[in-house]
C-alpha cells in the first residue's frame, strides 16, 4: 500500500525568502506524486504533478518540484515566497484504483 | 466545461442524527467520483469511490454511507452522527486526467 509522509507540520518563512517542503512516499511502482494547497476554508487546488520524464516540474504560482526516486521524495520549492502563499501544503500519491493517498500536511506562515 | 458542486456549504448537527451530503459533476459523463474527509489538524483520508452507478468501494469501515444514485451525483450518508464525524468532506473527481483528482468546494460539518 502506499504513503505520504510530510515531516514538516508547520513551517514559518520571511516574506522574500525561500521555501522547500518536504514529502517523502512509498509506492511499489513508478509513482504519481501531486502537490495541492489549501486555503483556509477552501478545497483543494492542484500545484503540480508528477507522472514522467523530467524529474523537476514547474506548477502555478511559482512553484516547482523535484521527483528523486533514490530518496523517495518529492520536496516543493519556491525561490521566494509571498503572503499570499500561507496555507496548507498536501503532498500526496495516486494508487492503482487512482485514489489520492495523501500527507498529513503542511502549515505554512509567511511573516512580514 | 467540467465542474463539481458540494451542498451544504457548511452543516452543523447534533450527535445521533441523519446526514445527507451532496455532491454533483458536470460536463462529463460516467466519471469516477471520490470522497474525501480532512479532520481537524489531519490530512485528508480516502471514505468512499465509485467508478460508477451503484458502484461503491469503501476504504475505512465507519457509520458513513454512500450511495451513487445517478450517473453525475454522489451521496453521502450516516443514520446517526458521531461527535468523530466532524470534519471538511470533499468530494472530487478526474476532471483533467485519469490519475489526479479536481476537488469540490467541500462541506464543514460540525457534529455537537
Known amino acids: 500500500a502506499q504513503s505520504v509522509t510530510q515531516p514538516d ?11 522547500e517542503l518536504r514529502c517523502n512516499y512509498s509506492y511499489g511502482a513508478t509513482p504519481y506524486l501531486f502537490w495541492y494547497v489549501q486555503s483556509p476554508g477552501q478545497g483543494l487546488q492542484l500545484l503540480l504533478k508528477y507522472f514522467s520524464g523530467d524529474t ?3 506548477g502555478i504560482k511559482g512553484f516547482e518540484a523535484e521527483f528523486k526516486r533514490s530518496q ?24 492503482s484504483a487512482r485514489q489520492l493517498t495523501f500527507g498529513s500536511g503542511t502549515q505554512l506562515t509567511v511573516l512580514p | 466545461s467540467q465542474t463539481i458542486h458540494q451542498w451544504p456549504a457548511t452543516l452543523v448537527q447534533p450527535v445521533g442524527s441523519p446526514l445527507s451530503l451532496e455532491c454533483t459533476v458536470e460536463g462529463t459523463s460516467n466519471p469516477n467520483l471520490y470522497w474525501y474527509r480532512q479532520a481537524a489538524g489531519r490530512g485528508l483520508q480516502l471514505l468512499f469511490y465509485s467508478v460508477g452507478i451503484g458502484q461503491i468501494s469503501s476504504e475505512v469501515p465507519q457509520n458513513l454511507s454512500a450511495s451513487r444514485p445517478q450517473d453525475r451525483q454522489f451521496i453521502l450518508s450516516s443514520k446517526k452522527l458521531l461527535l468523530s464525524d466532524s470534519g471538511f468532506y470533499l468530494c472530487a473527481f478526474p476532471r483533467d486526467g ?11 460539518l460540525t457534529v455537537l
Open chain 1, 9 to 19: 507540520i508547520h513551517i514559518t518563512v520571511s516574506e522574500g525568502a525561500s521555501l
Open chain 1, 56 to 58: 523537476l516540474v514547474q
Open chain 1, 72 to 95: 523517495s521524495s518529492f520536496n516543493l520549492r519556491k525561490p521566494s515566497v509571498h503572503w499570499s502563499d500561507a496555507a496548507e501544503y498536501f503532498c500526496a500519491v495516486s494508487g
Open chain 2, 98 to 108: 485519469p490519475t489526479e483528482q479536481f476537488f469540490g468546494p467541500g462541506t464543514r
